[in-house]
């Protein structure tokens, strides 16, 4: 996600020792489908999702959780997605509400929605799946949209169908991992799985989604979509009555701008395939067959799903083209190479900052220069630094937290900032060279997968880049 405006806060060889150093680097194989057949009309999603469950836990499992991050928009939510601070530019027509009720669970012997905050689906299994097995149970609910600016609600212009359907729990060696939302940073941490998705909606509607349309069928006023995405976190769909498309070819890849409010979508088309392609040439190839770039209401900057990036519609074009960039970024770093970003939120957000940079550094677009955008961080980052010396007489500079543990400016001077200023102090330690091929050696070994802070450390080989990641998140390094 890019929450904070930038101006608005001032396919190497893998050689056997780089698979022995990630080993521990999880999510491999087979993986679990999703086929969802959902039905969208006036605000609620009415859907069946059967999943065939592929168990890689490595133990036999009687029972699965999911999360259900639709729930986190009801009313009376614990875990309320939006802050105080947001909440006039998301709730664009007062205080709206939503929630995604469960209405079955079959084969199963027993389901229940539990959780801190109603957001996990627990699951007893028909009989117990023994590893590497596979079960199958259909799931049927319903997602009431709030009209909220969100990721998940009816927008001015879009409907945004982001973390739409209950999605599986990371199984992480003695239990599955529950993620509460959270008004800060992205509380998404899932396996890479298949999508068969099927979705009709009101023929006036066109779809922007995830992965590829196969087909595209009208009739009785209804427009069926079927869509397909292989080895992907999440899948998201936008709709709108309003969009225009721009087509562009970045290598093997389609993308697709849908925009509805862009004097110059010819330039944020060009923009999304130039660093598109800049990124696949700096740090591997993109994983995905399209790419879509959406404009649509949204009360921070924009927002990342695998193979599909929101924009907000309310950003100046230079903010726009910044969030695109660092959107598009998050295809690698997300997207391809997933991390825990409700505990380290700073080893996405950091490297997707930074890889913007990168794009910025190479190509001089929009005025955003290497040094520009580094004095951006480290004033953004002194600034929280001497605030908080000043009031409280301490500064807790640590970058791996909770997300309910930073507060808002807190998670953006450390997370984005001094993520940033972390991967710059490595280029700058390491040499061009050593730091690029890291971060190739880090995406080839970790796409598809969900890869640790260590991973991302050990891929640079170097134990000089280790000490200068652990000061970092440590909080050592005062810059
Ligand atoms: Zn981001």
């Not at 991050?69 to 614990?78: D, F, I, L, S, T």
């Not at 807190?410 to 040499?431: H, I, M, N, P, S």
């Not at 190739?440 to 990641?469: Q, V, W």
Request: net charge negative; glycine share 10%; hydrophobic share 40%.
């Amino acid at each position: 996600m890019k929450r904070f405006l930038f101006l608005f806060a001032t396919a190497a060889l893998v050689c056997p020792l780089v698979l022995v150093l990630f080993a521990g680097c999880a999510g491999e194989g087979e993986r679990t489908l999703y086929t969802i057949d959902a039905a969208y009309e006036e605000g609620v999603l009415t859907a069946e999702m059967t999943v065939s469950y592929y168990n890689d836990t490595g133990g036999s499992r009687g029972e699965l959780w999911f999360n259900l991050y639709g729930n986190a928009y009801r009313e009376g939510a614990a875990y309320a997605p939006v802050s105080a601070s947001f909440a006039a530019s998301a709730y664009y027509a007062g205080v709206s509400c939503g929630g995604m009720e469960i209405r079955s669970v079959s084969p199963c012997t027993g389901w229940e929605v539990s959780g801190a905050d109603e957001n996990v689906l627990r699951v007893s299994l028909s009989s117990p799946v023994p590893a590497d097995g596979r079960c199958e149970f259909t799931v049927a609910y319903t997602l009431t949209l709030a009209e909220v600016n969100h990721r998940t609600g009816v927008t001015e212009h879009a409907v945004n169908l982001g973390n739409f359907y209950p999605v599986l729990c990371v199984w992480e060696g003695s239990g599955f991992r529950e993620c509460v939302y959270a008004a800060n940073g992205d509380p998404f941490y899932s396996a890479c799985a298949d999508y068969a998705v099927t979705l009709t909606v009101p023929a006036s509607y066109t779809a922007a989604a995830s992965g590829e349309i196969a087909a595209a069928e009208e009739s009785g006023g209804r427009r069926r979509y079927e869509m397909t995405l292989e080895n992907a976190r999440d899948f998201a769909v936008v709709l709108s009555e309003e969009f225009s498309v721009e087509q562009r070819t970045a290598g093997d890849a389609t993308v697709l701008y849908y925009y509805y409010d862009d004097e110059n979508a010819r330039a944020s088309a060009d923009l999304a395939r130039d660093c598109l392609l800049f990124f696949a040439d700096t740090f591997g190839d993109y994983a995905y067959g399209t790419y879509s770039v959406v404009q649509t209401g949204f009360c921070y900057g924009g927002m990342e799903y695998p193979a599909l990036v929101y924009v907000s519609d309310a950003l100046a074009e230079e903010d726009a083209a910044y969030t695109l960039v660092h959107e598009t970024a998050h295809q690698w770093w997300y997207a391809a190479v997933g991390s825990d970003q409700l505990l380290h939120a700073w080893q996405d957000e950091g490297l997707a900052e930074y890889s913007a940079l990168l794009y910025f550094e190479e190509s001089g677009g929009y005025g955003f220069t290497r040094e520009g955008l580094l004095r951006a961080a480290k004033g953004m980052y002194n600034a929280y630094y001497s605030v908080r010396m000043q009031v409280f007489g301490e500064a807790d500079t640590t970058m791996d937290r909770a997300l309910s543990d930073f507060g808002e400016y807190d998670y953006v001077a450390l997370t984005y900032a001094k993520g940033a200023l972390l991967f710059d102090a490595l280029r700058e330690g390491l040499g061009d060279k050593k730091f690029f091929a890291g971060l190739r050696r880090y995406y080839s070994a970790c796409s598809g997968k969900l890869a640790a802070p260590e991973n991302l450390a050990a891929s640079f080989k170097n134990a000089g880049a280790e000490e200068i990641i652990a000061s970092y998140r440590e909080g050592k390094a005062v810059i």
